[in-house]
């Protein structure tokens, strides 16, 4: 295929760790695969060269937190045909949406020895706060496996093949021992987004939730079962309240152990 | 893109970089000399050491995780370092090694990105490595296969290369057994040879004539060449415990960056990195990679910031080369981690990550709540350091168009490898020349 008939491929980075990008170029096996069936057209990570838009895909990674990148997003979304939100951060504000919680004054204050030099929201958001999205890929950091799915559903205009049942399945797939009931290893599998292939169980370790709340999750039944298996309150609340924080359903169920924390 | 004679006009590029906000350069030239010269950081302000206030003891490995990407087993190191620093508690044996190797593993996947992906295409004319790979194909395709072989290694120990979820504040939460362990002995026999041939190819690069007089600092080690612990030491007399970073390194906050600017207070900006460590303990390398460096043309000590790459493509040697031995070694232990109990006290923890010392410092109540946090990232330490190079390259270089100065400067900023999460793009390149 000539530079001119291939499907035009840009990543965007917001505020973000850089990983979930880093999962195109972690797909060492496909990588020059992908290169020859797409145009990478704005992938600064990789490439210096930048062509002009309109995109076929967009690939967006991280969250809205100033105002100029609030602005950024809706020109990325203008030049899109579709866009992706890859990860935690673009899908759910990401780890740095703890600010949403707190007085983001105080917070500039805490790093920053001249706050005047800083150009903040109050707030960190999910792309899709802001502009209208097509797809949100899950995961701190997404899945390898499942951006490839998504990257080729997309270019044959197809949806993608990408599960939305609870961690749990994945380890009653993998013939996982339940940590939760053999070993009282208090886990968010029962509430969270499947993706990761039961990555923490399988390591012997509850779930911590990077994949971000599954679809209706009984987060309130599963913080009971926290509690009896000798969490605290403030547990409670910081176990809900991490790189998904501001997803709504773990976002309420932190806040319903606020007040009682501590 | 507009072009008058350099010494008498004001002039724009932007060449790179119009919907970028990360990172970006900014030269000011008058009546032909430079007259500023500023590395300017947007990476929008995430606020970690914020929101680590009241968090338990035992986050921060998964937490400060997530401020990279591209090394998250530094930031796991040198939490689990301090806090247990601060909990009196000492991780050694089979742990330290499995430690040790993940970190390993971590410095060939980091280090082969930067060589193969970010930095040759510079050396070679080429916009990417997928460009690159277009007339290199076998070159591009040894990276991919050493970065994955670094991978690998992160994936087996901590579950995954970004992010590994088996980290904890005394250890594991599983070890692998002797036998998974050494399945990978074989890739990384083959990414031995690989590293090898990248010594000796990115040798052959073309490094311009430019030599920095910068103080390095690094950690250093009794026995070995440092990675997961030691002293703060530099080639002009700095000598201190992680515990007396404070009393030495100072923050500046600068209007143009929203990265702190480090430097030390008896004297002023410094280096770290891989230049940093190799000049610091080049007695501490394997013996494969001292011949490697030397059949490259390095010798102990070297100045020259563009040859980094082929630094850092020796560290990539001597990562394999300590990944084998560790996994030769290896004995699984008792049990996947030690204890660690709160202590109201504070911790401090130094490692180095890719691009160089990494500093945390955790403040804990008796409960193991943390009451404040400090972190120093490698690339805020090497900002000032970084706009002294540029400075004196543009001085050099005054005579080349915007556009191929622009092109240079991007080169020389790249060999720091500054964290792709703070800085790596440089995209709004402007040149004023009055």
Sequence with gaps: MTAETKPKLAVWKFASCDGCQLTLLDCEDELLDVADAVEIAYFLEASRATVEGPYDLSLVEGSITTPEDAVRIEEV??????????????????????????????????????????????????????????????????????????????????????????????????????????????????????????????????????????????TGSLAGWLGRLGMGEGDIMRTFRTFNAYADEFRRESEAHEDTAR | MTHRSPASRALKVEALARVEGEGGMYVEIHDGEVADVQLRIFEPPRFFEAFLRGRRYTEPPDITARICGICPVAYQMSACNAIE?????????????????????????????????????????????????????????????????????????????????????????????????????????????????????????????????????????????????GRVVSDRGLDIRPAEWGEHVVEEHVEHSNALHARLRERDHYLVGPMARYNLNFDRLSATARDAAAAAGLGPECRNPFQSIVVRAVEVLYACDEALRIIDAYEQPDRPSVPVEPVAATGYGCTEAPRGVLYHRYRLDGAGIILDAEIVPPTSQNQPTIEHDLWHFVEGALGLDDAELGRRCEQAIRNYDPCISCATHFLDLRVERT
């Design chain 1, 77 to 218: 979304r203008a030049a899109s045909r579709r866009l992706v939100t890859i990860g935690a951060c673009a899908t759910a504000g990401g780890i740095q949406a703890l600010r949403n919680f707190a007085d983001v004054e105080e917070f500039i204050s805490v790093v920053y020895a001249t706050p005047e030099f800083i150009s903040t929201l109050e707030t960190s958001t999910p792309i899709s706060a802001n502009v209208r999205v097509d797809y949100e890929l899950r995961g701190c950091p997404i899945d390898k496996g499942q951006l490839l799915e998504v990257i080729n559903a997309f270019l044959h205009e197809r949806r993608p093949n990408v599960p939305d049942h609870s961690v749990c399945v994945e380890c009653k797939a993998k013939g996982n021992v339940c940590v939760m009931v053999a070993h009282g290893t208090p886990c968010l599998g029962p509430v969270t987004h499947a993706g990761c292939g039961a990555l923490c169980p399988s390591y012997h370790r509850g779930c911590y939730g990077c994949f971000g709340p599954m679809e209706n999750p009984n």
């Design chain 2, 85 to 229: 620093d601060a909990c009196g508690t000492a991780v050694t044996g089979p742990l330290r090694d499995l430690r040790r190797l993940i970190y390993c593993g971590e410095w060939i996947e980091s280090h082969t990105l930067h060589v193969y992906m970010l930095h040759a295409p510079d050396f070679l004319g080429y916009e990417s490595a997928v460009a690159l790979a277009e007339d290199h194909r076998d070159a591009v395709e040894r990276g991919l296969r050493l970065k994955k072989a670094g991978n690998d290694v992160m994936e087996l120990i901590g579950g995954r290369a970004i992010h590994p979820v088996n980290v904890r504040i005394g250890g594991f939460y599983r070890v692998p057994t002797r036998r998974e362990l050494r399945a990978l002995a074989a890739p990384l026999e083959r990414a031995r040879d690989d590293a090898l041939e990248t010594v000796r190819w990115v040798s052959t690069f073309d490094f311009p004539d430019f030599e920095h007089d910068h103080e390095v600092v690094s950690l250093r080690h009794p026995d070995e060449y440092p990675i997961t612990d």
